[in-house]
Antibody, heavy 121, light 109 residues
Framework: QVHLVESGGGVVQPGRSLRLSCAAS????????MHWVRQAPGQGLEWVAV????????LYADSVKGRFTISRDDSKKTLFLQMNSLKTEDTAVYYC??????????????WGQGTLVTVSS | EIVLTQSPGTLSLSPGERATLSCRAS???????LAWYQQKPGQAPRLLIY???SRATDIPDRFSGSGSGTDFTLTISRLEPEDFAVYYC??????????FGQGTRLEIK
């Protein structure tokens, strides 16, 4: 069965960096686009970034463009989110999620349990 | 950017009642690329509906989706205790990438 497990969250000071990981299992990871979605405490869902199945296309929300980088290592079945120049407003639970189709971003059929990032001095 | 507005913000109903949740888009969503998710406290969102009306795997048939263009609806025909949660709509498949509605909280009356 599909399983996504995020890690790497924690408490970090504003301006610092953090890298999140998402380990995938139960499906052929290299065939699927993957997304990061975040949720600030008590708030709704905010899409963050997507990477195509082959890593050639990476798209970002305006709120993180230029600061966050999405990447993938298909040999390790792992998705990454490198977060630089962190701001207090980046505080959120970060979820990785699978996109079931190649092409334009779609609905998200499987989600990880999330990892909490807290940006605070 | 396509903005999705969900209503009501909070819906108070009793088990056994029918729930109707609305999602309105700021511009037409092509090919009904609209999904619905359920989120319970401390859990990740779970896909319920995609393509406006197709149920995801293992979703009970009391959940149904409808609509097109700018107006979409999620209906839960007869509420079970486990259905009380927050529900989000999401649009996709457009040049505006992905966006979510702000959510509707379905609470026990």
């Amino acid at each position: 069965q599909v399983h996504l497990v995020e890690s790497g969250g924690g408490v970090v000071q504003p301006g610092r960096s953090l890298r999140l990981s998402c380990a995938a299992s139960g499906f052929t990871f290299s065939n699927y686009p993957m997304h990061w979605v975040r949720q600030a405490p008590g708030q709704g869902l905010e899409w963050v970034a997507v990477i195509s199945f082959d890593g050639a296309i990476k798209l970002y929300a305006d709120s993180v463009k230029g600061r966050f980088t999405i990447s993938r290592d298909d040999s390790k079945k792992t998705l990454f989110l490198q977060m630089n120049s962190l701001k207090t407003e980046d505080t959120a639970v970060y979820y990785c999620a699978r996109d079931p189709f190649i092409g334009a971003p779609d609905y998200l059929d499987y989600w990880g349990q999330g990892t909490l990032v807290t940006v605070s001095s | 950017e396509i903005v999705l507005t969900q209503s009501p913000g909070t819906l108070s109903l009793s088990p056994g009642e029918r729930a109707t949740l609305s999602c309105r888009a700021s511009q037409s969503i092509s090919s009904s690329y609209l999904a619905w998710y359920q989120q319970k406290p401390g859990q990740a969102p779970r896909l319920l509906i995609y393509g406006a009306s197709s149920r995801a795997t293992d979703i009970p048939d009391r959940f149904s989706g409808s609509g097109s263009g700018t107006d979409f609806t999620l209906t839960i025909s007869r509420l079970e205790p486990e259905d009380f949660a927050v529900y989000y709509c999401q649009q996709y498949g457009t040049s505006a990438l992905i966006s979510f509605g702000q959510g509707t909280r379905l609470e026990i009356k």
